[in-house]
């Protein structure tokens, strides 16, 4: 029997090296998960466009031809992938780019991302895009930025209305609508997944396919592979080409692997990596060991979601901390160094920062990629904002701050320019790598996220509005890795009892250290647990 939920890429590579399994078999064994798993039985929903089964069947026969002549392209030669919903694949597949939403169900792009030539160069099988937070969560159903780091969405496979899970509460009776159809979390069921590269996470823990891409710019791969219990790491902003890509806050996102194993991960980043503008050499030392590394840990009593926007037990909060403090004390008895408690930047100190980024870059760059399509009705960020106004019985959320908010700010590209130098400065040059390089660190470790949310726990009280954000310390270190512009690799910590609940540690590197971070996930993945798989209910 093939177990998809369990076997890697690497496994279903010698599968196929040995006879065992096609490249056609192992396709069709692929939809038939995502339809017992994803339309029927649990009704996950990770996926938002599959690609015509024609399309799939001739690309798996095509790659079974190539290994019968002894042409295999790669370490993923007749794997299949997942592609998050930002990533244009071949106009002639008739799979739209969304982000989404509706505003863009007609929208039609003019060509495929280069990524999506490398992915196929290296032999992989494209079985079509993920669920996403509507424009990664810059939509908000409430007002408040921290609390949409799960997903949610309109667009759907055969254009049916989905809305994925929120990490908050209700806010009103359109809540209803989401409540009713939203992506959920296979480990386990019913648990708050993240966003906003969910369905990339969900379809690899589901077995969908071994390995996927999202895309992050304030941990949109880190607080869903966490919660999947996945590996993953998402590169440097500003490396790769954007071409095909819809970014909307370039200078802090970029693209990102998910997998099983770190192994599988290494391959998928390997190929990512070929798009980067300029050409990058990944070499993973497999010789190093602990002794070669000196970390630093964060103190989780600090980087901790406020109460007043996740609720949590003192058990919870105590298996986390256990976790995370096991850690450390593992790598030292492995011979690692550990510097504890380091004080990085914190996101209540910088977040400002943040939103001035947004502010500055969000309406430009969605306006360019929509006045680049082939056919739209969409051709700016102002359009959109009216389409949702125009058409709230299409709209999962109620409100639409953060795209009203860039769309009406001004200022002139000399003072963005300023105002970015001096967030870089602040937050990294002043930050984060002042404290590495002070204290001779590799990287610095957090808690990827906090406590529980579970769908039937969404109906407490309405958010605080932008102006009245908490200023209680934040567990997520992803807003402060984001601002720095640094790499983060995420890796599984732990599983919450009773509620099955996976929680990760992050690791924060400096700019262009993805093979370091590799590295260092080997040597986690060496010394941890066996990762716990999901029980998929049919």
Not at 124 to 129: A, E, F, Q, R, Y
Not at 340 to 350: A, E, F, K, L, M
Not at 384 to 398: T, W
């Amino acid at each position: 029997m093939i177990d998809l939920v369990r076997l890697s890429a690497a496994d279903l590579q010698n599968l196929q090296a040995t006879g065992r399994l096609t490249s056609t078999e192992l396709a069709k064994l692929t939809l038939q998960q995502i339809d017992k798993y994803d339309k029927k039985g649990p009704q996950l929903r990770a996926m938002i466009a599959i690609v015509p089964e024609n399309i799939i069947l001739e690309r798996a026969a095509f790659l079974d031809e190539e290994r019968r002549a002894g042409r295999v392209l790669g370490p993923l030669h007749g794997i299949p992938i997942l592609l998050k919903d930002i990533i244009n694949t071949p106009p002639e597949w008739g799979i739209l780019t969304t982000q989404g939403s509706w505003a863009l169900e007609k929208s039609v792009h003019k060509a495929q991302a280069p990524l999506v030539q490398k992915l196929l160069d290296a032999g992989v099988i494209i079985i079509g895009k993920t669920s996403v937070t509507e424009f990664g969560s810059a939509k908000y159903i409430v007002s408040h930025p921290i609390l949409n780091s799960s997903s949610y969405n309109v667009i759907g496979d055969q254009k049916a209305l989905v809305a994925c899970l929120l990490s908050t509460v209700r806010a009103s009776l359109h809540m209803s609508k989401v409540l009713s159809s939203a992506v959920m979390n296979p480990l386990p069921i019913k648990r708050n997944p993240g966003g906003s590269s969910t369905g990339s996470a969900v379809d690899v823990a589901a077995g969908y396919s071994p390995v996927s891409i999202g895309g992050e710019a304030n941990g949109s791969i880190q607080t869903p592979a966490s919660r999947s219990n996945l590996y993953a790491l998402k590169i440097t902003p500003q490396t790769l080409s954007t071409e095909g890509i819809f970014h909307i806050v370039p200078t802090v996102e970029s693209l990102g692997g998910m997998a099983k194993t770190v192994t599988d991960l290494e391959q998928v980043t390997k190929v990512i990596f070929q798009t980067a503008k300029t050409p990058v050499n990944l070499k993973v030392d497999h010789s190093k060991t602990w002794k070669d590394y000196k970390l630093g840990f964060v103190d989780p009593q600090k980087w901790r979601l406020p109460s007043d926007l996740f609720t949590a037990t003192d058990d919870y909060r105590h298996q986390i901390d256990t976790a995370y403090n096991a850690t450390q004390e593992k790598i030292k008895g492995l011979g690692g160094t550990v510097v504890y408690p380091v004080d990085p930047p914190h996101p209540s100190t910088i977040d400002g920062g943040f939103l001035a980024i947004v502010n500055g870059e969000f309406r430009d760059t969605v306006d360019a990629y929509l006045q680049n399509l082939a056919s739209s009705e969409m051709r700016s960020l102002a359009d959109i904002i009216q389409f949702n106004k125009d058409h709230p019985e299409l709209q999962a959320g109620i409100s639409q701050p953060w795209f009203i908010g860039p769309q009406e700010f001004q200022q002139t590209p000399e003072e963005y320019a300023k105002v970015k130098k001096q967030v870089h400065e602040d937050a990294a040059e002043k930050g984060l790598y002042r404290i590495m390089d002070e204290l001779s660190l590799d990287i610095i470790c957090s808690p990827t996220d906090g406590p529980i949310c579970e769908i039937s726990a969404m109906a407490g009280t309405l958010l605080p509005a932008p102006s009245s954000v908490s200023t209680q310390p934040f567990y997520m270190m992803v807003p402060t890795s984001a601002i720095t512009g640094a790499p983060t690799a995420t890796v599984p910590l732990g599983i919450l009892e009773p509620s099955g609940r996976p929680f990760g540690l992050t690791f924060v590197g400096r700019p262009g250290s993805e093979a370091k971070l590799l590295e260092l996930m080997y040597l986690y993945k060496a010394a941890a647990p066996q990762r716990k798989l999901p029980t998929l209910v049919e």
